[in-house]
């Protein structure tokens, strides 16, 4: 391992807080992927900070309670207003909530129901999804000038 890489998981193990104890296995879950040693650092980096917020902020905060709000929450205190490091921070954050979640360290959100606006929004764009699906599944068809058989190539 590099140097940086060690001294990103070194930042993951020395961590405290409520995620404190899941920060090196969120590391190595992005080495394994072979991501680069300045993109393990800087997210090793934010869930470090995150983690330290959390601990000043409450010390009852578990690792469970751990969700986008408290991550606003933090991203509003810590970045003051910086538009393209926010961008970053709350990607990388968002990233950070994810691998949890996928281990069952954060609890998933309760999901709520959308109102009429917001579900139209959400049904036209997954119309405009689906329908880019078909119009690019048949661009693939052709027709043989030879037979007139339909052919599916690349697909």
């Not at 969120?26 to 869930?47: E, G, L, M």
């Not at 490091?85 to 990388?92: M, N, P, Q, T, V």
Request: some cysteine; charged content about 20%.
């Amino acid at each position: 391992m590099s140097r940086t890489l060690d001294r990103a998981l070194a930042l993951a193990r020395s961590a405290q807080g409520p995620i404190a104890p899941h920060l090196e296995a969120f590391a190595v879950s992005f080495i394994a992927q072979q991501y680069s040693t300045f993109c393990v650092h800087s997210k090793v980096y934010r869930a470090v900070q995150l983690s330290a917020w959390l601990e000043r902020r409450s010390s009852a905060t578990a690792a469970l309670d751990v969700d986008e709000a408290l991550v606003e929450g933090y991203l509003r205190a810590a970045m003051n207003d910086r538009a393209s490091s926010l961008a970053i921070a709350r990607f990388e954050l968002h990233q950070l909530l994810l691998f949890m979640r996928e281990h069952g360290w954060v609890s998933t959100p309760a999901s709520v129901p959308m109102d009429p606006v917001d579900e139209t929004i959400w049904s036209a764009t997954e119309l405009a999804q689906i329908s880019q699906s078909s119009v690019s599944l048949a661009t693939r068809w052709i027709r043989r000038p030879t037979t007139g058989e339909a052919n599916l190539m690349n697909a």
